[in-house]
């Protein structure tokens, strides 16, 4: 089993910066990706940026690329999400998720095992 807590959310400023966090405890040393995602109210869930534990290979959606960066801390069993020049479209709630198994279709929520509990970050225009 695998937990996975997530904070830094908060209300920011359009055109604002915010980092997530995300921490890993339990099983995690067959760690193969994890990633964030996104849900706003009345909204699927919508992948927002995933990086592979061992390379450190990133992948974004398209509103990610380019504002969002993904990073992790292997020591620390954490991975990051910074966000800059943030807009009211990002309002959402964040989710981190973790999988332990080589993936196709990572995009898709369906493809992660564990997941946290969510941060709220809201934008103000």
């Known amino acids: 089993q695998v937990q996975l807590v997530e904070s830094g959310g908060g209300l920011v400023r359009t055109g604002g910066s915010l980092t997530l966090s995300c921490a890993a405890s339990g099983d995690t040393f067959n760690t193969y990706a994890m990633a964030w995602f996104r849900q706003a109210p009345g909204k699927e869930r919508k992948f927002a940026a995933r990086?592979?534990?061992?390379?450190?290979?990133?992948d974004y959606s398209d509103y990610a690329m380019r504002r969002f960066i993904i990073s992790r801390d292997g020591a620390k069993n954490t991975a990051y999400l910074k966000m800059d020049d943030l807009k009211p479209d990002d309002t959402a709630v964040y989710y981190c998720a973790l999988t332990p198994r080589v993936q196709t279709g990572f995009r898709s929520p369906d493809t992660w095992e564990y997941w946290g509990q969510g941060t709220q970050v809201t934008v103000s225009s």
């Open positions: 990086i592979t534990w061992q390379t450190g290979i990133q």
